[in-house]
């Protein structure tokens, strides 16, 4: 067994601080020093890795803004969340090593390779919560909205947490001589401990409820441009599927006034989602409005996203879905009206071009003969004259104070605008209210127990599928649940002080009983 601890140690003090033999080095400030540095950047990395999680629902949009800048379509926010990952493991098993090397006396020197990483891992974490305080802001309010659905995890996770490691904490008052730091550790681990016990009373979250409200219903973003290329009648129809209540596009104006369905609207953006460059590569670079209808319908407008896989999700088609999405062209706003009369769903759209384009865009839906209440028009550009020659088309609002001054009750905002506490106040008056853009599980689950009435979304196939949110718990249950994880603990960290401190006597009395036989054999002074 002793040298099958030997092992132990040698493998343990190698990986930590190379070296194989134990250290005559025994410099405990420093020592301190980058323990409680590793501690910081440990945290700081599992931070952060949970801030690149959370804001993945909206991880489109970065590399959307990417592709801005940089003309090349790349998963960047994926790169982001391996590298963010791989760096957090690596901290946390460094910190394993180290909270393992003190429970076994061995002295904590830390190699200065992974002093070096260490201070490269909490420069990434510096520059990427600074980026995104720069160039990102909005996505801070859906860090915080995370929290409501997450917080009564988390504060599981950190009794169980502060359990194992008060054996640690333990360990090292017993060690230690000086009653004042013996005071002082307690007094720490006791603020600690009443701070993660009592934080239930701060968490407000709409799942803690006792009635769940109804499903909200699905709006395809795009279509559902996760199983087929956006804005095509393929992702159209593949939402259809999904049993959504809406198809969510844009429009814009050919250069032969004919309305299109494209949401990119800038030069070089026709590069994203078409073959532009191998069709009319002289004019790769234009905006999609000086192409004519034709010219656009000869652009292949679904290569891209078998090429790019946006989603990491083209693996799930079939052969035949393949073939079907490299076809596809970009279609007009009277097939996709078409599509919506035969199926019975709304539409909802925004204007690309400005106001000038709402008359054709008006005259394109009235000719179509699709019914008027199936056409939820969000632009506010000419809402007026829209209301005096489509009196039935069902008025949309991207604001509440616009809504209000309108006198409506349909309103269409980002899910990150509204706190949980507004969504179910708005939905409780009978204002309709639909959120997006919503792709993750959690965040569905978050506003279905807020009330929402409805989400647009990227994901349909995976959201139609819940039948439940991902967790519900009535208040009693919860009350149940935080007080018995709370006495668990205590009890437990009170056997573990014990423990400690029959093993601290036994210690003692041991040390004490050889010195006593030891005695006739010593010599005296």
Known sequence: MRSQESIFRICFRGVYSC????????????????????????????GWVYICFIAYNDHSDVNWKAFEKFSRWV????????????????????????????????????????????????????????GISSEWKEEWSTIHL??????PFLQLGAVGALTMLSWLVFQSYHRTQSAASKALIIGALVAVSVAIFLSPLLIHSPCIIDKLPPKPALIGHRGAPVLAPENTMMSFRRSAECEVIAFETDVQLSKDKKPFLMHDNGMKF????????????????????????????????GKWFLKTDPFWSVSLLSEEEKANACNQT????????????????????????????????????????????????????????????????????SSVS???????????????????????NLTSRNVTVNLWVVNERWLFSLLW???????????????????????????????????????????????????????KSRNLLDSSWNRKEMSPFLSSD
């Not at 992974?114 to 891992?121: E, Q």
């Not at 590069?271 to 790769?284: I, M, S």
């Not at 632009?379 to 489509?390: F, L």
């Open 19 to 46: 070296y194989w033999t134990r250290s005559r080095d025994n410099n405990q400030r420093c020592a301190c020093f980058w323990f409680s540095f590793l501690s910081l950047v440990s945290v700081s990395t599992l």
């Open 146 to 151: 995370s929290l409501q659905a997450t917080a």
């Open 402 to 424: 616009e809504m209000k001054d309108n006198n409506g009750s349909f309103l269409n905002v980002k899910y990150s605008s509204l706190s949980t506490e507004e969504i179910r």
């Open 449 to 503: 127990c807020s009330g929402a009435s409805s989400v647009t979304t990227n994901t349909c196939h995976v959201l139609s599928g819940m039948s439940r949110p991902d967790w519900h718990l009535k208040y009693c249950t919860y009350l149940i649940i935080w007080i018995t994880a709370d006495l668990v603990s205590l009890v437990l960290m009170v056997v573990l002080f014990y423990l400690q401190r029959r093993k």
């Open 330 to 397: 970009v279609p007009t706003l009277s097939e996709l009206l078409d599509l919506a009369k035969e199926r019975n769903i709304s539409v909802i759209f925004d204007l690309k071009n400005g106001s000038y384009d709402c008359n054709i865009t008006v005259t394109t839906i009235l000719n179509s003969s699709i019914s008027q209440n199936l056409i939820w028009w969000l632009p506010s550009t000419c809402r007026e004259d829209v209301k005096k020659h489509a009196q039935r088309f069902r008025q949309v609002y």
């Open 75 to 130: 998963n960047w926010f994926m790169c982001v969340i391996i590298l963010s990952s791989v760096l957090a493991i690596y901290c946390l098993l460094l910190l394993l090593f180290s909270l393992f090397q003190f429970a076994i006396k061995e002295p904590l020197d830390l190699h200065w390779l992974h002093k070096v990483l260490l201070f490269l891992g909490l420069v990434i974490v510096v520059v990427g919560i600074a």
């Open 270 to 301: 026709l590069r994203r989602t078409t073959n532009v460059d191998d069709v009319f590569p002289e004019r790769a670079d234009n905006n999609s409005s000086d192409f004519t209808m034709e010219e656009l319908q000869s652009l292949k407008a």
